[in-house]
């Protein structure tokens, strides 16, 4: 993911390098020519327009395909932590799910908390084991709508979430059935996706039909 950050703004910004370069070397030649004939003055015309073409073209990329920004590295202790007293399935489930999420999406840091209970933590761990839900988790948890910090730094609530590493840059307070949340710490500001937000919204709608069905434990 590092690698496409670096490599898409090079790529983005290279129409606009061309298209100055180009520009600048046909008034160069324009101002150097000492006898201008009608079929370079055609070719002069056409190239300049091609150059702002190019630059323009680049401008619009800018704009369209903005830079994504750049993920840190979360302080904390990578680990795994799972309920010992959950039904095979029920870890089998939580074990499946938080891979996925770690891997192919910009979490860094993974919470499951259940009917009271924190049943996973995993991907770097945050100091405090225990979750103690603050304004915004109650708030998910009463109104049953997700939350998404895409910030976390400019919020005050964010003392909250001192079960995820300190320096998280955003978070994802999704409701798992009436029961409980799964809360996402990212690596990066603004980085989850429309796309990201439903598909965990279908995972956790999953994990809560599995939680359910495995309950009590």
């Known amino acids: 993911m590092s690698t496409s950050?670096?490599?898409?703004p090079l790529l983005r910004q290279l129409p606009i390098g061309v298209g100055i370069l180009a520009g600048s070397?046909?008034?160069v030649n324009r101002f150097l020519t000492p006898e201008l004939t009608n079929s370079q003055a055609r070719s002069d015309v056409l190239g300049i327009i091609l150059s702002a073409v190019l630059v323009l073209t680049g401008?619009?990329?800018?704009?369209?395909q903005p830079q994504l920004p750049e993920a840190v590295q979360l302080k904390g202790t990578e680990g795994f932590e799972l309920e010992a007293n959950l039904p095979e399935a029920a870890k089998t489930e939580l074990a499946w799910v938080s891979h996925l999420l770690l891997t192919h999406t910009i979490t860094g840091s993974l919470v499951v908390y259940y009917r009271g209970q924190v049943l996973v933590r995993r991907g770097i761990l945050g100091e405090?084991?225990?979750?103690?839900p603050g304004a915004i988790l109650q708030r998910v948890l009463q109104l049953q709508q997700p939350v998404y910090l895409v910030k976390l730094a400019l919020y005050p609530g964010?003392?909250?979430f001192d079960y995820l590493p300190?320096?998280?840059q955003g978070v994802i307070c999704q409701p798992i059935g009436q029961q409980g949340a799964l809360i996402l710490g990212a690596k990066a500001p603004r980085s989850y996706t429309r796309q990201d937000e439903a598909w965990i919204?279908?995972?956790a709608d999953k994990l809560d039909d599995t939680l359910?069905?495995?309950y009590p434990w």
């Not at 950050?5 to 898409?8: A, G, I, L, P």
């Not at 401008?59 to 369209?64: A, E, F, M, N, S």
């Not at 405090?128 to 103690?132: A, F, G, H």
């Open 158 to 160: 964010r003392f909250e």
């Open 5 to 8: 950050r670096q490599d898409y």
């Open 59 to 64: 401008l619009l990329w800018q704009q369209v």
């Open 128 to 132: 405090n084991p225990l979750v103690q």
């Open 212 to 214: 359910q069905r495995s």
């Open 166 to 168: 300190e320096n998280t």
């Open 25 to 27: 070397l046909l008034m």
């Open 201 to 203: 919204a279908a995972i």
